[in-house]
C-alpha cells in the first residue's frame, strides 16, 4: 500500500506564505506526475499545480498562477508546494497526488494524500 505523507499546512494570515511537502512512504517504481489538489468546504476539488517527472514541465490553476510554485526533490519522490501571497480564498484541504506505476510491469495508478489544512484569516 503506496502512503503519501503531507505536512506543512496550517493558519496564516492574508499575504503570508506557507511550504507544503508530500513524500511516498514506500517506493513507487516509477513516477510519472506529482501533484497538488484542493477542495474548499461545498465546492469540488481543483487543480493546485502538477509537476511532470523527467521533464519537470508545471501546470497550475488560474487563481494559483504567480504565486504558488510546485517543486520536486531531484531524485527523491517528494514534490514541494510554495505558496506566497495567500488569500482567504486559498483556504482548503490541500491533498498530494501521485500517479504510477509499483512495477516495471504494473499498471499506472493514482495515489491520493489524506489532505493537509491551510487555513488563511483576513
Known amino acids: 500500500q503506496v502512503q503519501l505523507v503531507e505536512s506543512g499546512g496550517g493558519l496564516v494570515q492574508t499575504g503570508g506564505s506557507l511550504r507544503l511537502s508530500c513524500t511516498t512512504s514506500t517506493t513507487i517504481f516509477s513516477i510519472v506526475l506529482m501533484g497538488w489538489y484542493r477542495q474548499a468546504p461545498g465546492k469540488e476539488r481543483e487543480l493546485v499545480a502538477t509537476i511532470l517527472s523527467g521533464g519537470g514541465n508545471t501546470n497550475y490553476g488560474d487563481s494559483v498562477k504567480g504565486r504558488f510554485t510546485i517543486s520536486r526533490a531531484s531524485g527523491e519522490n517528494t514534490v514541494y508546494l510554495q505558496m506566497n501571497s495567500l488569500k482567504p480564498e486559498d483556504t482548503a484541504v490541500y491533498y498530494c497526488?501521485?500517479?504510477?506505476?509499483?512495477?516495471?510491469?504494473?499498471?499506472?495508478?493514482?495515489?491520493w494524500g489524506q489532505g493537509t489544512q491551510v487555513t488563511v484569516s483576513s
Open positions: 497526488y501521485v500517479r504510477g506505476r509499483r512495477s516495471f510491469s504494473g499498471n499506472l495508478q493514482n495515489y
